[in-house]
C-alpha cells in the first residue's frame, strides 16, 4: 500500500503531484496512506511506481479547493482530497453538487482555512526590532494560526510590508522576508519581542474606532476571539473600554455629534484601505453580519450602523440608491426616510411593487457632517463607492436580478462605471461589466431638493416615467 508523505512545505503542489501519479496509475484511495511531514524528498516515502504525469483533467473549481485544503491542519485533508478527486473522473459535474457530503465537508474546510487566513492578515502585529543594514526597518511577529497558512500568506504580506525586512514566527512555520526573498524554515517557540511605536499606533486606532453604544460582546470575541488578544496591543485596552462603555453611550448621548479627530481618520485610512477580503458570504444574513465588520473606508466609523439591501432573493428587480440617509442609518434599513417615501408613493402610482424588488444602496454606511446636532449628508467620494461596491457586487451576486434600476449618478456610477451626469442618461439603459441591464433615472431625493418648480415638476415626470418602465418590464418578466 503506497504511504504518500506530503512535504510541510509546498505542499498544495506536492499534494497534487502526488494524486496525479495516484491516479494515473488506478490507485483508489481506500490503498493510499497519506501523511504529512518533513522535507520534499521524502514525498513518496513508499513511492508508487508511476510517475506524476498523465491527461488527468479536473474542473478549476477542483483545482481552488485543493489549493486552500491542503492547508487545513485535519490530518484527513489529503484523503478526503483525494477520495473526491478519484470520483470526479466519473462524475465531472460533482463539484457542482450541493448535496455532496465529501464535497460539503471540504468546502467546510476551506472556508475554515480562509475565516484563518482572514484573521491572520487582520490581527497579526509587527514588532520592530535591530535591522540588518541601514537601509531598510526590520520587523518581526508572533502567531498561532489554527491551520499551516504561512506559506499561502506569505506573498500576501510580501506585498503589503515589502519595503522592509520582516520575520513571521509560528510555532509550525516561520517566513523571513530579506530584501525582497522569502525564505520558509521551522516554526519556534514564541520569540521575546520589544514593544515599539506602532504599539501606541494601534492602541489610538482601535480607541477611536471602539463604539461602545455598539458594543456586544459576544460578537466581538467571535470576530476576534480571545486566543489573538495576547499579541495585540489594542487589546489591552478592551477590558477598559467594556467596563466603560455605558459611561460612555450616556456621554455620548447627552452630547452633540462630533467629527472624529483629523489624526484618527488618516491613521484609519492608512491601516485599512487596501484589505484583502474573504470570499462573499452566500446568505444575506452572513453578508450583513460580515459587513458589519467592514472597515475598507473610513464611513463604517461614524455611522450607527451598515445598512444592507432588503427584498426577496429572486426578486427580478434590484434598485439601487446612493447611500442611507439620517432616518436610514438610524433605522438599519434603506429607503425608509423622506426620499425612500417619495419613492413609494411614485411607485405605486405606476403600479411598481417595492416588495417584488430588493432595495439597496452603493454605499452602505451613512456619510454625513455634524452641525449642531443635526448630520447633513455628505456625497460619498470615488474611494468610498469603490470600496463599497465590492459588498453591492455580494448583492448582485446573490440576488442575479434581471434589471437593475440605479436611482442617482452614485448608483449609476457604482453600476456601470461611467461617471458621467445622469441628466442626459436618464430614462435608458446600460449595462455592468458583467452585462447586467441598468436603468438609469435620478434620486428621489434630488426630487425633493429642487427649488424651482417647473424644474422639479419636470424630474418628477422624467422619474415617474422611468418607474413606469421599470413597472413594466417587471410585469412582462416576472412569472
Ligand atoms: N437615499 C438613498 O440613496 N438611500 C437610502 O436608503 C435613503 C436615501
Not at 473522473?89 to 450541493?98: A, C, E, V
Request: proline content about 8%; charged content about 25%.
Amino acid at each position: 500500500m503506497p504511504t504518500i508523505r506530503v512535504p510541510t512545505r509546498n505542499t498544495a503542489q506536492a499534494w497534487r503531484d502526488a494524486a496525479r501519479g495516484l491516479v494515473a496509475g488506478g490507485v483508489p484511495p481506500e490503498d493510499v496512506i497519506w501523511q504529512y511531514g518533513e522535507c520534499a524528498d521524502d514525498l513518496f516515502a513508499e513511492a508508487p511506481t508511476v510517475p506524476p504525469t498523465g491527461d488527468l483533467r479536473v474542473p478549476k473549481s477542483f483545482v481552488e479547493l485543493t489549493q486552500n485544503v491542503c492547508w487545513h491542519a485535519d490530518p484527513e485533508r489529503f484523503a478526503r482530497l483525494y477520495a473526491l478527486l478519484w470520483r470526479l473522473r466519473d462524475t465531472p459535474g460533482l463539484m457542482s453538487d450541493r448535496g455532496d457530503a465529501g464535497l460539503a465537508k471540504l468546502r467546510e474546510m476551506e472556508k475554515s482555512v480562509n475565516r484563518d487566513k482572514h484573521k491572520m492578515k487582520a490581527f497579526l502585529r509587527f514588532r520592530e526590532i535591530d535591522a540588518l543594514n541601514d537601509t531598510r526597518r526590520r520587523f518581526a511577529a508572533w502567531f498561532e494560526p489554527s491551520h499551516h497558512i504561512v506559506e499561502p500568506l506569505a506573498g500576501f504580506f510580501m506585498r503589503r510590508f515589502g519595503d522592509m525586512d520582516w520575520v513571521i514566527v509560528t510555532p509550525d512555520l516561520t517566513a523571513t522576508f530579506t530584501d525582497g526573498d522569502v525564505v520558509f524554515s521551522d516554526g519556534q517557540p514564541k520569540p521575546p519581542l520589544p514593544e515599539d511605536a506602532t504599539e501606541e499606533l494601534w492602541s489610538t486606532y482601535f480607541r477611536n474606532i471602539f463604539n461602545p453604544a455598539r458594543l456586544k460582546i459576544k460578537a466581538m470575541q467571535a470576530e476576534m476571539p480571545k486566543k489573538y488578544w495576547k499579541n495585540m496591543p489594542e487589546a489591552a485596552l478592551i477590558p477598559e473600554l467594556i467596563a466603560s462603555a455605558e459611561t460612555r453611550v450616556r456621554q455620548m448621548q447627552a452630547s452633540a455629534p462630533t467629527l472624529p479627530p483629523v489624526r484618527a481618520a488618516k491613521i484609519t485610512e492608512r491601516l485599512m484601505m487596501d484589505q484583502e477580503m474573504p470570499p462573499p458570504a452566500t446568505d444575506l444574513e452572513a453578508l450583513r453580519r460580515d459587513a458589519g465588520g467592514c472597515t475598507r473606508c473610513p464611513l463604517y466609523s461614524d455611522a450607527t450602523q451598515v445598512v444592507m439591501g432588503e427584498g426577496p432573493l429572486d426578486a427580478p428587480l434590484m434598485i439601487v440608491g446612493e447611500q442611507p440617509g439620517d432616518q436610514e442609518d438610524l433605522a438599519g434599513r434603506p429607503f425608509v426616510g423622506p426620499a425612500g417615501q417619495l419613492f413609494d408613493q411614485i411607485a405605486a402610482e405606476v403600479g411598481l411593487p417595492r416588495d417584488r424588488a430588493f432595495v439597496t444602496n452603493a454605499v452602505k454606511h451613512f456619510k454625513f457632517t455634524a452641525r449642531g446636532k443635526r448630520r447633513i449628508h455628505q456625497k460619498p467620494d470615488a474611494g468610498e463607492v469603490q470600496a463599497c461596491r465590492w459588498w453591492l457586487d455580494a448583492e448582485r451576486q446573490l440576488v442575479k436580478p434581471g434589471l437593475i434600476l440605479a436611482m442617482g449618478a452614485t448608483a449609476a456610477g457604482a453600476l456601470t462605471g461611467r461617471a458621467a451626469g445622469i441628466m442626459n442618461r436618464r430614462g435608458t439603459f446600460e449595462e455592468t461589466p458583467d452585462g447586467t441591464p441598468v436603468l438609469l433615472t435620478l434620486h428621489p431625493s434630488y426630487l425633493l431638493r429642487v427649488p424651482n418648480a417647473q424644474a422639479k415638476e419636470a424630474a418628477t415626470r422624467g422619474f415617474r416615467a422611468d418607474l413606469a418602465q421599470a413597472a413594466d418590464w417587471l410585469k412582462e418578466h416576472a412569472a
